[in-house]
């Protein structure tokens, strides 16, 4: 099966506080759901969220990626 949408989270790669996700997703509404829950992840344990926007990479989303609201 071949995931077409990979979910990454801007800034995330230096930040240990992101919890582990599935990154690749066939669907963006998929992603989008991933991208809800691990906001709700971190805001549960106060981390911050609105500098760790998520963003979508697939058909239809442009070179530079898809920003999504998780919510």
């Not at 997703?25 to 760790?52: D, F, I, Q």
Request: overall charge positive; hydrophobic content about 30%; glycine content about 10%.
């Amino acid at each position: 099966m071949r995931q077409n949408f990979e979910l990454v989270f801007f800034g995330g790669a230096m930040v240990k506080y992101i919890p582990r996700y599935k990154r690749n997703h066939k669907t963006l509404e998929s992603a989008r759901e991933t991208a809800r829950k691990v906001w709700e992840s971190m805001s549960s344990n106060g981390y911050p969220t609105a500098c760790h926007t998520p963003i979508v990479y697939g058909p239809g989303c442009g070179p530079d990626g898809k920003p999504v609201q998780p919510w």
